[in-house]
C-alpha cells in the first residue's frame, strides 16, 4: 500500500471536526460483532455479545450486517439509533434492495486489467439466480472476500424485498433492545468526553492528513482512503468505545467520517478515568499474548528483524506469523517498513514508554 499522499495546499477544517454521532458510532460497533473476535484491543463487550448470541443469532447478524451492508447503512448524521430505526421502518421496501444493488454496480471490479472501471450490471441476468448473485460479487469483490454461503442466502431476500425489510429492521431493533441500547447508554459520556477534548484543540491550519494522523495516532497507507478524504465535502472523526487501535471508515452522503478508538489528545488537561482505562486495557491486550511478547523481545534483541526470519525462529506459518506481526504494528509496538520487497520490523521503544508511563499516571498519579 502507497504513503497517504500529504496536500501542499492546507485544508482548512473546521474546528468541531471530533463528533459522538449516536446512529453511525452504535452502527460501527454492532458491525464489530460481525467481524473477528480474536483481534487485540478490541472491547471486550465484543466478544461478550457473541458469547451471549446463539449460533443462528451470529448467522443472521453477520447476514444482516455483512450481507445487507450497503442497505443499512445511517443515511444521516446528528440522529439517534432509535431516530435511526425509526427511519429504517419507514423506509419502502424496494428502497432496501436499491441502496444496496446501487452500491454493489459502483464497487470497481477486482480485474488487475480493468481495475478502477464501474461495469454496467445486468440485473435481470445476476438476479435470476444464486449462482449469478454469487458469481457476480465474486467478479466485483474477489473470491477471497465473498461468503458463498451467506450470499446465497442474502439472494433469497434480494429477490424479496418485503422480507429483506422485515429481516434487517427486525433484527436491528433487536440486537439494539437486547445488546446495544444499555452498552451505549454507558459509553456515551466518555465518548462526549472525547469528543470535547479534541474539539479545543485548534486544527484549522493542519491538512487532512496531519488531522487524520493527529487524532487517530494512523498515516493512512491505503491509497483509495486517502483519496476519499481528500475529495470528502467535510471529514469527521468519531470516538468508538470498541474499535480499540484499530480505524474504520464511513461515507454518508459527500461527508466522510473516520471511527477511531475514543481517547484524549496526548497533553490533554482533561482526566477521564473511564477512558484511560479503557485505553490501557486495548494496549495492554496486545501484550497479553506469549508469542506476540517473544516476536518483540527477539526484535529488541536483533534491533530490525524481516518477517521470513521470525518464521525461522519461532517454527510458525507465514499466516501466523503476519496476523502477529500486524496486530503488534497496528497498536503501534512495531515499525513496519520495506526493505528490498521485505518488510521489516523495529521495535518501537516510543510506543512501549509511553504505554508504560499511562499505566504509572492511571495507578499512581491521581491517587
Not at 223 to 252: C, D, L, M, Q
Request: net charge negative.
Amino acid at each position: 500500500m502507497s504513503p497517504f499522499a500529504i496536500n501542499l495546499e492546507k485544508t482548512r477544517n473546521k474546528t468541531q471536526i471530533v463528533s459522538v454521532e449516536p446512529a453511525i458510532n452504535a452502527f460501527g460497533s454492532m458491525l464489530l460483532v460481525s467481524k473477528r473476535k480474536d483481534d487485540p484491543g478490541i472491547h471486550e463487550w465484543v466478544a461478550k455479545t457473541r458469547e451471549q448470541m446463539s449460533a443462528e443469532e451470529l448467522a443472521r447478524h453477520h447476514l444482516v450486517t455483512i450481507g445487507f451492508h450497503y442497505a443499512i447503512l445511517p443515511q444521516s448524521n446528528g440522529i439517534s439509533f432509535e431516530q435511526y430505526l425509526d427511519g429504517l421502518e419507514a423506509t419502502q421496501p424496494s428502497v432496501f434492495r436499491e441502496r444496496l444493488l446501487g452500491a454493489y454496480s459502483e464497487i470497481c471490479i477486482t480485474d488487475e486489467s480493468k481495475k478502477g472501471k464501474a461495469e454496467p450490471v445486468e440485473w435481470n441476468e445476476v438476479l435470476s439466480s444464486a449462482e449469478n448473485y454469487v458469481a457476480f460479487l465474486k467478479y466485483r469483490f474477489g473470491e477471497e472476500l465473498t461468503d458463498v454461503e451467506m450470499e446465497t442466502r442474502a439472494y433469497q431476500y434480494v429477490i424479496d424485498p418485503a422480507a429483506l425489510k422485515q429481516l434487517v429492521t427486525g433484527h436491528i431493533r433487536w440486537f439494539w433492545v437486547n445488546h446495544l441500547q444499555a452498552e451505549w447508554n454507558r459509553v456515551r459520556p466518555m465518548l462526549e468526553a472525547s469528543a470535547k477534548a479534541f474539539n479545543k484543540i485548534d486544527m484549522s491550519d493542519m491538512t487532512r492528513a496531519e488531522v487524520v494522523k493527529f487524532v487517530t495516532g494512523k498515516e493512512l497507507q491505503d491509497s483509495k482512503w486517502a483519496s476519499e478524504v481528500e475529495s470528502a465535502r467535510e471529514v469527521f472523526f468519531i470516538p468508538n468505545a470498541h474499535i480499540g487501535p484499530y480505524i474504520h471508515f464511513t461515507k454518508v452522503g459527500k461527508d466522510f467520517y473516520v471511527h477511531f478508538g475514543a481517547h484524549l489528545p496526548e497533553g490533554s488537561d482533561m482526566y477521564v478515568p473511564e477512558l484511560d482505562r479503557a485505553e490501557i486495557v486495548s494496549k495492554l491486550s496486545a501484550l497479553a499474548d506469549e508469542t506476540r511478547l517473544q516476536i518483540l523481545r527477539m526484535i529488541a534483541e536483533n534491533g530490525e528483524m524481516r518477517s521470513n526470519e521470525i518464521m525461522d525462529a519461532l517454527k510458525l506459518s507465514q499466516p501466523s506469523v503476519s496476523r502477529y506481526l500486524g496486530q503488534l504494528t497496528v497498536n503501534g509496538y512495531l515499525q513496519e517498513r520495506r526493505a528490498n520487497g521485505a518488510k521489516a520490523y523495529t521495535l518501537n521503544r516510543d510506543r512501549i514508554q509511553k504505554t508504560l508511563k499511562a499505566i504509572s499516571a492511571f495507578l499512581l498519579d491521581h491517587l
